[in-house]
């Protein structure tokens, strides 16, 4: 498998923006490592880049320890994170943050 982890990891910050417009994610929301797997696939297929299931997933755990070690997701059980990503705060419409 190439190096798609240094890829998604470099550009974590347009991913995790990909994602969020495919997935519910908001700070403090729960996600699931399934989700994340799903959304490293459809990143790299909408980059031309074709990956099957197996390497999504072994992307996916490596994606989400550096994650992890980031703060970006604390572990809440062994399938799932809530997400610490401040910058995906909601607010009410007009409520001034």
Known sequence: MKNYFELVKNEYQ????FMKAKYPMFHNSNFFFRD???????????????????EAEELAKKLSAYFEDSKIFIKVNS????????EFVTKIPGDPI
């Open 14 to 17: 347009v991913f995790l923006n």
């Open 36 to 54: 994340l797997q799903f959304g490293i696939l459809k990143y790299l297929e909408n980059k031309g880049i074709k990956i099957n299931n197996s």
């Open 79 to 86: 399938f799932g994170w809530r997400l610490n990503y401040p």
